[in-house]
């Protein structure tokens, strides 16, 4: 079975950061991805770990640990609209397992 | 440029009734994905094409739900004698191949109510 897990909500100000984790158990892992999904919208990628350690792209960075399983999510420098859910899936072949997702709302 | 489309975006339907789901993958990409999103909760998997052939439809809750991609461009989701419980936000995906580092391109979603 899939078990993914991530906190339901996360509140952070304008311009500071925010770290939202997620742990996995997976029968079969090939890699974790991330998407961000503004309310009524599809699912965006944001970014794609394969191998263990941090993988930075502009403001958001990425990090897992295989032997762990586990990863998260780094937003610096928050903007309004990065006001978000930020959905955690861990991928097996072409399957993608996602958990609830983390809502995260920046304030003022 | 063009993404995954999705149609219709809103449908409403009642108990017992069929309903079909519309898909537009991008174009040239050859691995399709139907996922299922309810309130609160991320998308749960339901089928995966590989071209023309239905290559993994475990995620499919029963029989009532069946999907087609006859020419391996378009898929329709078919969901007959519709259930309360079957109202969800139904995602459609694409991605160019099926491999494991493959980014999916969801499209808008249909968002089903059954009342």
């Known amino acids: 079975g899939q078990n993914i897990d991530q906190p339901t909500e996360m509140t952070a100000t304008e311009g500071a950061i925010v770290q939202i984790n997620c742990t996995y158990q997976?029968?079969?892992?090939?890699?974790l991805f991330w998407y961000q999904q503004h309310a009524g919208e599809a699912p965006t990628f944001l970014s794609y770990?394969?191998?263990?350690g941090l993988e930075e792209k502009g403001r958001f960075s990425s990090f897992l640990s295989r032997s762990k399983g586990y990863s998260y999510l780094l937003l610096k420098e928050l903007q309004m609209k990065d006001s978000a859910s930020y959905l955690c899936?861990?991928?097996?072949?072409?399957?993608?397992?996602f958990g609830a997702g983390t809502t995260v709302t920046v304030r003022a | 440029g063009a993404g995954v489309s999705q149609t219709p975006s809103n449908k409403v339907t009642e108990k017992g009734k069929y309903v079909e789901l519309r898909c537009d993958p991008i174009?040239?990409?050859?691995?399709l994905y139907w996922y299922r999103q309810s309130l609160g909760q991320g998308p749960e998997f339901l089928i995966y094409?590989?071209?023309?052939?239905?290559?993994?439809d475990s995620g499919l809750p029963n029989d009532r739900f069946f999907a087609v991609r006859p020419e391996g461009s378009v898929s329709t989701l078919k969901i007959q004698r519709t259930e309360r419980g079957d109202s969800a936000v139904y995602l459609c995906?694409?991605?160019?191949?099926?491999?494991?580092?493959?980014?999916?391109?969801f499209g808008p979603g249909t968002r089903l109510t059954v009342l």
């Open positions: 899936a861990a991928g097996n072949d072409y399957k993608l397992s």
């Open positions: 174009s040239g990409h050859t691995a």
């Open positions: 094409f590989q071209g023309t052939g239905a290559a993994d």
């Open positions: 997976t029968s079969g892992f090939n890699g």
């Open positions: 995906a694409s991605s160019l191949r099926r491999d494991a580092n493959n980014e999916q391109f």
């Open positions: 770990n394969v191998l263990d």
